[in-house]
């Protein structure tokens, strides 16, 4: 049982940091982001090349995300930057639309380059594990774990310290307003959704260090999105928690019933959780 | 001086400027004078960039305006308070302030300036830590016009500020414009109550339908017969109702 839990957290947490990159896109913008899953993915096989050349996967993360950074910058550019004065509505359908058939696009790229095999990264500690408390926790999942806390409080004190962070919160209030403030909105738009898209670059590593192949962006994507749900839509400090939750249900399920019912246990606790309490289980009152 | 020049603007296939010009002086203020639909809030917007114009010219001193991104005009000097005052509702008063003095240059005198702008609006210090969300209408307005004092910038262009506030708040907020045009910034003002405004400002065009159909001396433009039945709902023999602001 609380191995179990363990087992829990650790996947929640990967769920987490998946959510935080939609929501922040969400919450930020007002797109829905249906790439997203597929563009950590995309990070993974970069992970993978970058192994290939002998670079360790936790050191490649950093590469991975500037480089996911500037990919996201030019499809920003090209794909999306034509939504930014739409009304709030109009941008969440267009851009589900857009990144739908990006997300496919994408996919069948990564097939074309990479075949359709599944691939994983091993490295030389990928099976290693350590007792606490008499727990095996698995050095790995930890370290996913850390960083997705870490990444967290980066992102906080960057969007309340900063003069940038603060025109990001200001724009995901009002973007008029903002605008009328001296932020340049368009570029806020840039560089948050290039932010977003390369803070995949850790649930990239995480992946690739389990095992993925071309089509599973979707399935991530899923899971991202049920715990943005879950934690309230817009809210970023939430996706932890609500990751959390949902890792804690699924591993509970197949402690319970047996792991061909963990989806379907996550997915029908999700919609009970949407009859009872509409808002998500996160929502914060008050300050951003 | 602010001049706009021939200024036509579409919603789509709708036209509803028609070669707007006017102009307001350093030191000015100048009020926009219309009814519900005239087109006042979409020239303000205009001219903060906000909506691009389909002709004509908006220019600050020698800087050409129009076809530049609202960021931009900001920086060129130009403020505004929009209708329904836009705050940043979850941020704190004093969050919000700051994000008025966003850019680089207002950044640098920004402890001067909240200063400033907190002498005006006591009220907003005693509230700097609450949510924008949570201050009364009235203090939400004092908010607005505090933030866009913020940029310390030559131009401010106010919309509607008094809306759904009470009588006596909006004569002292009256009070405040003149006491900020007395410092050197000029006013572009677009009220629902114009013998008030008309009181206030130095200059005023009336815009009907999205055309300007007069303009003149605020002081001889309340005393013409044709504004104080338009406007004023009234003859020349209620000369007293006007009371005194
Ligand atoms: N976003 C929009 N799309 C289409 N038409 C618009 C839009 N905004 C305003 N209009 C139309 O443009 C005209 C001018 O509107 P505007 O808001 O500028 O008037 P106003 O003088 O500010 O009125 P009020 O005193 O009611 O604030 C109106 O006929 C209005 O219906
Ligand atoms: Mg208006």
Redesign the interface.
């Known amino acids: 049982m609380g191995q179990t839990l363990v087992y829990g957290i650790l996947n929640g947490s990967l769920y987490g940091i998946i959510a935080l990159g939609i929501a922040l896109v969400f919450g930020i913008m007002k797109y829905l982001n249906l790439a997203q899953g597929t563009l950590i993915i995309l990070g993974a096989y970069i992970g993978l090349y970058l192994s290939q050349l002998g670079l360790d996967p936790f050191l490649s993360i950093p590469v991975v995300m500037v480089a996911l950074f500037l990919f996201a910058a030019v499809l920003f550019k090209t794909c999306f930057s034509r939504l930014i004065n739409f009304d709030e509505e109009e941008k969440i359908k267009n851009s589900l639309l857009i990144s739908f058939g990006l997300m496919l696009f994408l996919d069948n790229l990564i097939t074309v380059i990479w075949t359709s095999d599944e691939r994983s990264i091993t490295p030389a500690y990928s099976g290693i594990t350590f007792e606490l408390f008499g727990l095996r926790i698995p050095l790995i999942g930890l370290a996913g774990a850390l960083l997705a806390v870490i990444l967290i409080l980066l992102l906080h004190l960057f969007l309340t310290r900063t003069y940038f962070g603060q025109s990001v919160v200001a724009v995901s209030q009002d973007q008029e307003a903002a605008s009328l403030m001296g932020v340049n909105v368009s570029l806020t738009f840039l560089t948050s959704f290039a932010i977003s898209v390369s803070i995949a670059s850790i649930p990239s590593m995480l992946i690739a260090l389990q095992s993925f192949s071309p089509t599973v962006g979707l399935h991530w994507f899923n899971k991202g999105i049920v715990v943005v749900i879950l934690s309230g839509i817009g809210n970023i400090y939430g996706v932890l928690p609500a990751g959390l939750f949902l890792g804690i249900i699924e591993a509970l399920s197949v402690y319970i019933f047996g792991p061909s019912y963990r989806e379907v246990t996550g997915l029908a606790v999700f919609v009970l959780i949407l009859i009872l309490v509409p808002k998500g289980l996160f929502r914060r009152r008050g300050a951003a | 001086m602010l001049v706009v020049d021939g200024l036509d603007v579409h919603y789509g296939d709708l036209q509803v400027l028609w070669g707007i010009s006017l102009e307001v002086r350093d030191g000015e203020i100048v009020a926009l004078i219309g009814s519900n639909g005239a087109g006042k809030s979409t020239l303000i917007r205009a001219i903060?960039?906000?909506i691009r114009p389909t002709k004509g010219t908006i220019r600050l001193d020698h800087l050409l305006l129009n076809r530049r991104?609202?960021?931009e005009i900001?920086?060129a000097g130009i403020?505004?308070v929009?209708e329904g005052r836009?705050?940043?509702?979850?941020?704190?008063v004093l969050?919000n302030l700051?994000?008025?003095a966003?850019?680089k240059k207002?950044?640098h005198e920004i402890e001067q300036t909240l200063g400033w702008v907190y002498d005006i609006f006591p009220v907003l210090k005693e509230r700097s830590d609450q949510?924008a969300g949570?201050l009364s209408g009235g203090e939400q307005q004092m908010l607005a016009i505090g933030?866009?004092l913020m940029?310390n910038n030559r131009v401010l262009l106010l919309d509607e500020m008094s809306l759904g506030l009470s009588p006596l708040l909006v004569q002292n907020l009256f009070k405040i414009i003149a006491q900020i045009n007395e410092t050197g910034i000029s006013v572009l003002i677009v009220e629902q109550n114009v013998p008030m405004t008309l009181r206030l400002a130095d200059r005023a065009y009336i815009i009907e339908t999205g055309h300007i159909v007069g303009e003149g001396a605020a002081e001889s433009l309340l005393n013409s017969p044709r504004v104080r039945e338009a406007y004023l709902g009234i003859g020349p023999e209620c000369e007293d109702s006007l009371g005194g602001v």
Request: net charge positive; hydrophobic share 45%.
């Open positions: 903060a960039g906000l991104p609202p960021h900001v920086k403020s505004m929009p836009r705050l940043f509702p979850k941020m704190s969050q700051r994000m008025g966003f850019m207002a950044r949510p949570l933030r866009a940029a």
